[in-house]
């Protein structure tokens, strides 16, 4: 318990965790969403004071961590373009894209400047007129309000030469799309204190209802956590689904009406790319036909919100060592699996990405396959003749996309493990010499 000398309330956080503990339960998944919460739930350790009942799972995160490399990869495509300006939060400077980062293009002479809010952008407009100025538009509903209204004020001041390359996002969508996944099997959310501050109790409120699963809005100190989770586990013994408000002091039940009307006066709900999550629908928010002047997608010719669906595979990977830790007993057989998924992470990202929510069974007999033939080695060798794909091809990515294609049968969960093998072994021979593989059966 030494980890409790590092807390504000110690005598708190202690009383909380025998709370917890005393609280007889079955097992209980609980997911955060928020990146701030997750922040504090590893640097506090709290995980390692739970009982084993009691499992946080890490979910979408934040705005940076959910916002896709294909965005990166725009914006630094428009750093390219001449008498351009891009201006941008900090945190999105070192995140990179396919080739590169802002930071780097920065240093390669790019006009690329961070900003504390969008209306040092428009400040950034007027002084530079014959300029584009571009602000590069992450995050949800948190941030959504002031984008927004740096959107009306340069409507209003006509400012012609700002607008912004948009990737703003919803929360509770995405943690509907969550709830949906019957794979996922998480009993409860902590709601996260930032977003709910903007739109109040009633989203999270209907989501509790539908799907009847608990949640409590909770705050950002390691106490408002470990009461979050007292409180789950207290309304999980009871059957009790509903939404518990434990930020009321910041949080209120309407939620910050004027924000959430400059949102919706400016955006309207769409369909989005999520990180770790693929595309959901009604996640993110899109410029309404009256203001798309300050849209950098249609202001520019040629440009295309480039989208890697591939890219989330390592979320996936985490999950599918995720489910090895609950349903393969053996410790050694999991250190196994889990040394399996993390050496092929690229090459079967995209055999892992597409089944491992649907059949985790899936999953342990392609990786038991892979260490039967010793295919790591097989696979990090060159695609045979396939001079076209290039040196930057990620190699793993290209072979399943293009396998995919043309033999789907490979994905199949239906098929058991020795079914699997010979269609399989087919995939391989499509782009490799399998005579090795074929000596060793």
């Known amino acids: 318990m030494e980890i409790l000398n590092g807390f504000k309330d110690s005598k708190l956080s202690m009383n909380l965790i025998n709370k917890i503990k005393n609280e007889k339960s079955e097992k209980i998944s609980i997911m955060e969403v928020c990146g701030t919460h997750t922040n504090v739930i590893l640097k506090s350790g709290i995980k390692s004071l739970l009982p084993n009942n009691i499992k946080l799972i890490n979910g979408p995160g934040c705005p940076v961590c959910v916002t896709s490399q294909g965005y990166i990869d725009t914006a630094i495509e428009l750093t390219n373009r001449k008498n351009i300006i891009i201006t941008t939060f900090g945190d999105l400077m070192k995140v990179p894209g396919k080739d590169s980062t802002l930071n780097k293009e920065k240093a390669l002479g790019k006009d690329i400047r961070v900003v504390y809010s969008p209306l040092d952008s428009i400040k950034i407009a007027e002084d530079n007129p014959n300029k584009e100025v571009v602000f590069l538009a992450i995050g949800f509903e948190t941030t959504a309000p002031i984008i927004a209204l740096s959107i009306e004020i340069a409507q209003s001041k006509k400012i012609r030469n700002f607008s912004i390359l948009n990737s703003l996002k919803t929360m509770p969508q995405a943690m509907e799309s969550l709830v949906l996944n019957p794979n996922l099997k998480v009993d409860a959310f902590l709601c996260p204190g930032h977003v709910a501050t903007i739109i109040g109790e009633e989203q999270f409120k209907n989501l509790a209802l539908k799907y009847k699963i608990p949640m409590v809005i909770t705050g950002f100190e390691i106490n408002d956590i470990l009461a979050s989770i007292c409180k789950i586990v207290e309304m999980k013994n009871k059957c009790e689904n509903e939404l518990v ?165 490979v994905l199949s969960p239906m098929l058991d493990k020795e079914s699997l093998k010979e269609p399989f072994l087919e995939y391989l021979s499509y782009y490799y010499d399998i005579n090795e593989i074929r000596k060793k059966l």
């Open 245 to 409: 408000n434990l930020y009321s002091r910041f949080v209120k039940k309407e939620g910050n009406i004027n924000a959430i009307n400059i949102i919706y006066e400016v955006f309207n709900e769409c369909e989005s790319y999520w990180r770790g999550l693929g595309k959901v629908n009604n996640a993110g928010l899109e410029i309404k036909e009256k203001y798309k002047e300050f849209d950098s997608l249609s202001k520019f010719n040629n440009i295309v919100l480039k989208d890697f669906g591939w890219e989330n595979y390592i979320y996936k990977c985490v999950l599918a060592a995720q489910y090895v830790n609950d349903n393969v007993e053996d410790s050694e057989e999991r250190l196994r699996y889990y040394n399996l998924i993390f050496d092929n992470l690229d090459l079967y990202n995209y055999i892992i990405k597409s089944e491992v929510f649907r059949n985790e069974k899936f999953l342990l007999n392609i990786l038991d396959i892979i260490d039967e033939w010793d295919l790591s080695k097989v696979m990090k060798a060159k695609i045979k003749d396939r001079p076209d794909l290039g040196k930057d091809e990620r190699v793993g990515r290209r072979v399943i996309f293009e396998f995919n294609k043309s033999y789907p049968v």
